[in-house]
Each structure stands twice: as structure tokens, then as C-alpha cells.
């Protein structure tokens, strides 16, 4: 069954549901089209493909990969697919976690209820496509879609998404009103005539600071943005520049400009040039229209986690779960607030968001493995002098909490008072680290130098 039907979870996300067309709520006029409408209520939880085939059913997310099975929820699905008189079924549904306290359903629930037996069970199944019926795939418009799931699931525990039509944008934005606005949802996902959907969501402001940036013609190119945990450490969730004019990024790229460091974490934007990191003092308020803790590969996303230290800059603390942001765009300044674990504190993130567990994380690590080794020695009056440089590839990556590659950097000279001194820097691709590997012994290898393993 899993082999069956894994390209299909697969391809269903990748041709489907990852290409739905976000928009901010307040500009759901302009950009909804269409005349036959189907207004689908979003439900916040993991998306999977529920697959039913003679008597039996699985469940494989978007990497189609079997996530749990024996859940009351799959028992009720098998069921209604059954009475039905279906002998073949592939539909697309959210698992989610009913919330307790009247809010509404969170993501970071279902994961924390399919690792708890007291929750497991609570899980329940929101239909909302239909991908193949009977062996055949499925074609017809989203109100006979949500027809036939509603006639086939009709237990409290498997219900298909709410949904309204709609004719005329009024009637969406009468809509979006209620659930959105009054009642709190996610957001709307819009069905038309057409082949394009609309996912329709809430824009939110976050405070963060600026702790890096890469420059272009205009001016800064991009902007890297971090929050602040309770433990003092920064938390690099985006970098974008989205709302700022040419003369905001102008006036940015010269202020940034005086406010290099140093940094142990190394990150290229989509040119391959490495961002310049700088003193996280300039606050912004940013807002988004989404934000993520998964991705559409179905993985955990991973924040890196920094610490700044006066004359050390940027040191990397790992990687941690987190999210990343969709629709980020810069908004103002904010001169009175600096970047504190109140002003730009996480809980900024977690409250729109809340992050998940990086599945995995207690697994057997890996052995590192060493890529380059370089030693350098100079003589000179008595005085022993010593350049070790080292790359290695962690091969832990796929943990989340450790980068690919560490470059490593000893600096020893009898002669000096602080004999020995220590750099490393980071990264996720293996060009870099060694353009990094070079740039540092062209600095510091000159006339006069013996490469010992050369």
C-alpha cells in the first residue's frame, strides 16, 4: 500500500496543494476572480493523503511517508469508505488536534498528540479533495468535489472542511469576515471554476533586527532578520527586503555599512554572495502574511540560532525548530524599541505559529568526517609559529541541529601572549566552506611560511 501510493501523496502536494496562491485578506477583492466560487474554511494542522484500497487504508504525507496508523480517525475513514460502497479512494485531508479551549486547531498539536497515547486518539481527519475515486482520477469542479465527501463522510471525527459558495466577492468578503475576523480561523482557501486556488490568510507584524544584509544596485539587497529568545540568543527566521523604496535602501546600505563583524555563521543569498553580518541593533517591523513550521517537503524547518559577543560578533549555536515567513514585507522603523527579549522577544513567532519537534533529532549521529587538513609553520628569532586550518563535513545535518560543514582555524605563536587563537566558521555547502578555507590562508599565509602536509 505505502509503495502504491507514496508518488501519488508526492505529486499531489507538489502539483496541488504547494501551488495554491496565497493572498493577504485585505486584498482578496483584487485578486480572487472568478464566478462559481467554493469558500473552504483552512484548517491548521499536517496535510496528508488518506489512501483507501479493498478493505484497506494509509495514510502518507507529503513526502509520502507513513506519519501513524492505528488511529481511531483511519478506523472511521475505512469505515465510511466501506458503507459507501467505494472499493478505491485517495483524498487529500487535514490531521488535526480539536482544540480544547475554543480557539482553533494549531499544527505544533498534531505532532505533540501522535507522540502522546492520551491524544492519539483525539485526531481527527478534515477532507477536502478527492484525488482519485474508483481507480480513476478525479476532475470535477470543488463543489461536486465537496458533494461527494460530504455524502461519503458524515461522522464528527472524519468531516469534510466547512464550505460556503460564494458568486460575487461581497459574498467572499462576507464571509472571510466571519470566519477570519469574528471567529478566528486560519484563513480561506477558495475554489473557482478555473484551475487556480487562492489560499487567503491574515497579514501579522513582528518587531525584529536587522543582523546581516547583502547589497545590490539600489542599494541592500537583502535584509537577514532575527527574534530574541528568553536565553539571550538570536533567532534568524527571514531575510527579504519586500516595501523598502530606493532610498530606504540606500540610506540602510551605508548605515549597515559601518557596523561589520565578525561572524561564525556564513549564509549566500541566491547570487552565492555571502550576507555581512553587522551589530544587531536596527529594529523593524516586518509583517507576513504566513508563517511556516513546515515546509512543503513535509520537514520540520530550521532556524540557525546565534549569540552575539562584543568583540567575538556572531558565534553559532546550532540549528533549532522554527519557521520561516511567506509574504514578508518591511513596514517602518521602530527607533524606540531596540532589540531586547521584550521588544523583538520569539513569542512574536510562536503565538502566530507554533514550532514543531525536528523528527529524528534523537538519532544515532553520524562520524564527521575530515575534508581538508593544512598546516603551516614559521621560524623566526626562537619563536614557533603555527597556522592549522581544517574543513570537515559533520554529516549530522540531517538532524537539524548541526550545519554541514565547520571550518576550523588555529592561530599559534610562542612569542605571544594569548599563545593560542581560535575561529571556525559554517555553512550548508561544501564551495563555500572551501572559498572560506582559502580566503583565510591567503590572509594569513605570506612569505616566509613552510606548508608542512602540502
Not at 482557501?189 to 486556488?197: F, K
Not at 540602510?252 to 557596523?259: D, E, I, K, Y
Not at 533549532?320 to 518591511?330: D, E, M, N, R
Request: hydrophobic share 35%; proline share 2%.
Amino acid at each position: 500500500m505505502i509503495q502504491k501510493y507514496k508518488q501519488t501523496a508526492i505529486d499531489y502536494k507538489k502539483n496541488v496543494a504547494g501551488k495554491f496562491m496565497l493572498v493577504e485578506g485585505a486584498k482578496l477583492r483584487q485578486r480572487v476572480e472568478g464566478e462559481q466560487l467554493c469558500v473552504t474554511r483552512k484548517i491548521d494542522g499536517h496535510m496528508q493523503c488518506v489512501c483507501y484500497d479493498n478493505g484497506e487504508v494509509v495514510m502518507l504525507n507529503s513526502n509520502g511517508r507513513q506519519v501513524a496508523e492505528h488511529l481511531n480517525c483511519l478506523d472511521v475513514f475505512a469505515k465510511a469508505v466501506l458503507t459507501a460502497g467505494i472499493s478505491q479512494l485517495v483524498v487529500a485531508a487535514e490531521l488535526y488536534l480539536p482544540a480544547r479551549d475554543g480557539g482553533r486547531p494549531r499544527c505544533g498539536d498534531v505532532q505533540r498528540a501522535l507522540a502522546d497515547e492520551t491524544l492519539r486518539d483525539q485526531l481527527c481527519l478534515a477532507p477536502f479533495d478527492i484525488v482519485e475515486l474508483n481507480d480513476e482520477v478525479w476532475r470535477e469542479h470543488y463543489a461536486e468535489t465537496h458533494g461527494k465527501l460530504r455524502s461519503i463522510f458524515k461522522e464528527e471525527m472524519v468531516a469534510p472542511v466547512q464550505m460556503q459558495t460564494a458568486s460575487s466577492h461581497d459574498e467572499v468578503q462576507a464571509i472571510y469576515d466571519q470566519w477570519v475576523e469574528e471567529e478566528g480561523a486560519e484563513g480561506l482557501v477558495i475554489h473557482s471554476e478555473s484551475s487556480m486556488i487562492w489560499k487567503v490568510k491574515p497579514r501579522h507584524t513582528i518587531d525584529a533586527v536587522i543582523i546581516g544584509y547583502t547589497v545590490g544596485d539600489r542599494g541592500v539587497r537583502d535584509l537577514m532578520l532575527a527574534v530574541r529568545r528568553e536565553d539571550g540568543c538570536f533567532q534568524m527566521f527571514a531575510h527579504a527586503s519586500g516595501g523598502l523604496g530606493d532610498e530606504d535602501r540606500n540610506t540602510l546600505a551605508s548605515r549597515l555599512a559601518t557596523m561589520h563583524v565578525e561572524s561564525q555563521y556564513v549564509l549566500s543569498d541566491s547570487r552565492g554572495i555571502a550576507y555581512q553580518m553587522v551589530r544587531p541593533e536596527i529594529v523593524f517591523e516586518v509583517s507576513v502574511i504566513e508563517l511556516v513550521a513546515r515546509g512543503n517537503d513535509d520537514k520540520v524547518r530550521m532556524n540557525p540560532l546565534l549569540r552575539f559577543e562584543d568583540g567575538q560578533g556572531w558565534l553559532m549555536e546550532g540549528m533549532t525548530p522554527g519557521v520561516s515567513a511567506l509574504g514578508l514585507t518591511f513596514e517602518r522603523e521602530r527607533t524606540d524599541k531596540t532589540p531586547n527579549i521584550t521588544d523583538i522577544r520569539l513569542s512574536q513567532l510562536t503565538d502566530l505559529c507554533p514550532f514543531e519537534q525536528q523528527e529524528g533529532c534523537m538519532a544515532k549521529m553520524e562520524t564527521s568526517q575530515l575534508l581538508d587538513r593544512r598546516i603551516f609553520r614559521k621560524l623566526s628569532g626562537g619563536k614557533v609559529m603555527l597556522h592549522k586550518f581544517l574543513i570537515w563535513k559533520t554529516n549530522k545535518e540531517a538532524t537539524g541541529r548541526y550545519p554541514a560543514y565547520v571550518f576550523y582555524h588555529t592561530d599559534y605563536s610562542s612569542g605571544r601572549k594569548e599563545m593560542i587563537k581560535r575561529d571556525m566558521a559554517y555553512s550548508c555547502d561544501e564551495v563555500q566552506i572551501r572559498d572560506i578555507m582559502e580566503h583565510e590562508i591567503t590572509a594569513n599565509i605570506k612569505k616566509g611560511w613552510e606548508c608542512l602536509n602540502c
